[in-house]
């Protein structure tokens, strides 16, 4: 034992650690039963250290500085009399009990002060309350060594001292003489000079500019601002059911987005559905991995939005489900990267449904306890549609297939789901300069290459009514930055540039940077607004005395955090919210709105919450104010970096300006764009073709060299496996077959309805290319035809079930069935309404005359019609059509008998024994029965004959395409 100078002792154990005391002046006024002898902070910890050789060989600074020091949490000593005992202390003076602890000494010090000079050394540090010990730090050498000295005893040992000051140094301050003489040396001569940017004057800019823009990008931007849904977080607020299905929309709007897909759209959408029936039917189809590629506008979101639909109600008749009855589990699973891609397809984010890991680095992060819940929700699950994948990384894509794989329990690919993914890589890439998926990269797990195929939607939908201004956008889209832009192009884009003087103000302005962001918003803001409000984050901070988290007066300013210190609102200005609030209600990271109310307690400043009007209306009408259409937000949370410290902020920025990262995938009547400062390829083409037409584009900045693609985007979407979807669609593999003028078209469709089918029925992409359909069950009563149900360039016949039964009144009088034939109006007819001997069957029969001859005849028998009645009255109708002497005859329509069962086919068998043949192999319902056959007395006469798809009955069209000679 030591008294030193300040009265603090020293001892050491049998075990060679080190304690010390307080001092002496602190433990005068304890009783000397007082188990509060020694100091508990960080001396007393760095004593009681592990005693490994690690531990062992480090000094306070290292110990200090690298270990995490937990106050508080150190045994007491139990008695100080019988610690110090134990210890193996001499007690000198035992009767004066006030310094009890002085009286120790001892006895490795007395016989080797060598080792209590050296330890004191390395060790100690000059003794400071309780509480200014808890927040110092000791990480350099240099304090270590101005405390030490102050315990040196006097100029005893200056040679050892000096070994260890050396020896600290050097593992302390490694580089020290480098960093001295850089600085002496940029001190005596200045900043070097770079000479390239005299020699190149222009690269030079251009490099210093992409180098500005990428830090300013990491600086400002980071992974949060670039794809807003980054941040996943686990807390509360994220999207808490494991997945939704996404809402139902309008029946009546749905029903309009089918009948509008274009001819790839629809091929997709057949392609798909089908695939879906098969799985129903349980014929068990091969996983599929789609690709859909196609540029902006090109309708990939709306096409997605319509296979969503179809599918998750196909698929919910899956027998499994229907057992299960929970049919509540989605079937398909809707998502995109971003939150707002996700919204814009009422889906949910690729994080929030798998629950994915914020960080995606190896090694995978299985599910652990929520393994159960997700899988539960999951269960039913059989495709996966990921929207704008584009921006989805390998690791991303990796990390989804292994998370499926371990939910689907099935080493399969993407654990045995189909995968949908759609987008566009000439858009924006992944963050953080990964390389885009399409891209072949050895380095990493490339699950793309040998699964996906890839289908090319190439109609703009957007500009569809600015047609040169769609092509100019789809040419840039695949300009390389080697190569000029055409003249035509040129001219195109330069009719809107725009002077910034005259650019409407209160349309959306979208810019490469934050920092131009964030310039317009607050010039923007002040020329607006007068009465601006400042919101100051509420920043808590753990008080150490009462260890209650008290509100700072002033928030913590510099912190580069989501949420920003103060921010700047007033009535009326447009906003954009900066986290996932609710995907789902369309409360998500890139959602624009308006301020419409700033909530205050009264005779307090301080703002509670923000109402906002959504600028989509549809979105967050639960969470609205129904009056006023007023969405209401309260503050958000993060940590910031300061240890104990909570801010709470409203997660909203200003958003009369973007950067042209939150506009993929938006779709707007007008914009300003400025191409300065673009720093990727894509940009200048996503944020160019967001508006719907040229007259509503204002260039700001024009610089044709910013609008550049990535060249092995091209590469790679040239070598990937196109997918042949022909077959859905057959018809249209055949045009110049239809046009011959030698060919007849005959297609037969139960169409469940006419009148309630006209609709898709003139929008199907198939069917007009009949010279003849043929309509079974139309449902029409009555003589008189709407006009509605007038087909373009065709004349209608038609035989409504009422006057078809002449001995069965009861059938005459249900609801239902009926036949009509529209023939193309340049082909002469002669309709035969009646014909002898043919009673008691719904038929329709015209005979062709010009520029073809033929008899075609339409027959629809209902299911409850008995058979042997339905095939004697057929026969009759059959011998009429023979004694016409009218060749070819074709009989189309719906016989209710299924061809491809096992059962007798009495239906069949008379056909058969009159001589026609059957022309029609595949299934013509959704449960894989053929009930629609085409029956041929030439079969001789067709070249083509197949089934066709539509969505909105349970039988497929059929057709056929006979060669005929014309008279
Ligand atoms: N078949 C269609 N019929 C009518 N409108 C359509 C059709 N397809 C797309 N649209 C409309 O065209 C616009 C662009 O469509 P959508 O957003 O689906 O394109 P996208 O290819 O996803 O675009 P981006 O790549 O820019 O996200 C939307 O307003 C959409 O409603």
Known sequence: MKQCSRSVVFVQTDDNALKMSYPLSHLDNKPSESEHVWMTGLPDKYVCRPETPDFEAMCLADFASSCRIVYGKQTKGKNTHRLLNEMGFVQKRANDEKHAVIKYRPISLEKDPELYYGTLLKL????????????????????????????????????????????????????????????????????????????????????????DELNEREADEDVQEN?????????????????????????????????????????????????????????????????????????????????????????????????????????????????????????????????????????????????????????????????????????????????????????????????????????????????????????????????FQMVTLTEIMRQKDDVTFAETLNRIRAKEKTVSLSHEDRVLLSRALADPAQCPKDVLHVYATNKQVEEHNSKTL?????????????????????????????????????????????????????????????????????????????????????????????????EADVDENIVYIDRDEENLKQTGVVRRQFPIKLAFACTIHKVQGMTTSSAVVSLKHIFEPGMAYVALSRVTSLSGLHILDMDERKIYCNPEI???????????????????????????????????????????????????????????LCLTETHLRGSF???????????????????SYSNHPAMATKNGGGVAIYVKEHIRVLERHFIQNATDI?????????????????????????????????????????VMDHHPILVCGDFNEDLLSRARKPILELFQSKGYEQLITAATTEKNTLLDPIFISCPQSCIHSGVLRTYYSYHHPVYCVLTLETP
């Not at 040992?157 to 003489?181: G, L």
């Not at 042949?724 to 169409?751: A, F, G």
């Not at 035809?785 to 006057?803: D, P, Q, T």
């Not at 073809?852 to 009759?876: E, G, K, M, Q, T």
Request: charged share 25%; proline share 6%.
């Open 227 to 451: 794809v807003p849904d980054y941040n996943v977080r686990s807390d509360v607020r994220q999207e808490s059911a494991v997945t939704i299905e996404a809402p139902e929309i309008d029946p009546v709007v749905l029903r309009e987005m089918y009948q509008n897909l274009n001819q790839t759209q629809a091929s997709v959408f057949h392609t798909i559905r089908e695939w879906c029936l098969k799985c129903v039917c349980g014929s068990k189809p091969e996983q599929f991995f789609l690709y859909i590629n196609g540029g902006a506008g090109t309708g990939k979101s709306h096409l997605i939005k319509c296979i969503h639909a179809e599918a998750s109600k196909i698929l919910r008749r899956l027998p499994r489900n229907a057992e299960e009855a929970d049919i509540s589990k989605p079937t398909v699973l809707l998502t995109a990267f971003t939150g707002t891609a996700a919204f814009n397809i009422s889906g949910t984010t690729l994080h929030c449904l798998l629950k994915l890991p914020r960080s995606l680095k190896p090694p995978f992060q299985g599910l652990g306890n929520k393994l159960d819940e997700v899988r539960a929700e999951l269960s039913n699950a059989e495709i996966l549609i990921i929207d704008e994948v584009s921006m989805v990384s390998k690791q991303l894509f990796a990390y989804v297939d292994a998370r499926l794989k371990q939910i689907k329990g099935s080493q399969r690919p993407f654990g045995g789901m189909s995968v949908l993914t759609v987008g566009d890589f000439y858009q924006l890439p992944p963050v953080r300069q990964s390389k885009p998926l399409c891209v072949f990269d050895p380095t990493q797990i490339d699950l793309w290459r040998d699964n």
């Open 526 to 622: 002040d020329m607006f607004h007068s009465d601006v409000t400042t919101i100051d984050a509420d920043d808590y901070k753990k008080d150490p005395t009462t260890g209650r988290m008290t509100r700072q007066s002033v928030p913590f300013q510099g912190n580069k955090k989501e949420l920003p210190d103060s921010i700047k609102v007033a009535i009326g200005a447009n906003v954009m919210i900066t986290r996932n609030i609710s995907v789902r209600s369309g409360l998500c990271n890139g959602t624009f709105a308006r301020i419409a109310k700033i909530v205050t307690k009264a005779g307090n400043p301080h703002v509670e919450k923000l109402g906002l009007k959504l600028n989509s209306q549809s979105a967050a009408a639960s």
């Open 842 to 882: 719904e038929f329709s029969v015209i005979k062709l005359e010009a520029p073809f001859r033929a008899l075609i005849a339409a027959v629809y028998r209902p299911p409850d019609y008995d058979v042997h009645s339905f095939i004697s009255n057929l026969r009759s109708l059959l011998d009429s059509l023979e």
């Open 124 to 211: 100690y540090v000059p003794y400071r309350s309780e509480n200014q010990l808890k927040s110092t730090h000791f990480p350099t050498y240099q304090s270590v060594h101005d405390h030490a000295a102050v315990w040196l005893p006097g100029s005893q040992h200056p040679e050892r001292v000096k070994a260890i000051v050396k020896r600290n140094r050097e593992k302390h301050e490694k580089h020290r003489e480098d960093i001295d003489s850089a600085i002496q040396e940029f001190e005596e001569r200045g900043m070097l000079l770079n000479e390239w940017g005299n020699l190149a004057p222009e690269s030079e800019l251009e490099r210093l500019e992409c180098i």
């Open 714 to 772: 091209t590469v790679a979407l040239e070598n990937m496996s196109k997918a042949s979807l022909e077959h859905v669609m057959p018809l249209l593999k055949i045009p110049e077959t239809l046009s011959r003028p030698d060919t007849l078209t005959v297609i037969h469709h139960n169409t469940e309805g006419l009148p309630a089918h006209i609709t898709d029925i003139k929008s199907h992409h198939e069917l007009h290319l009949a010279d003849v």
């Open 785 to 803: 035809v709407a006009e509605s149900l007038h087909l373009e360039g065709y004349n209608m016949f038609k035989r409504n079930r009422n006057v």
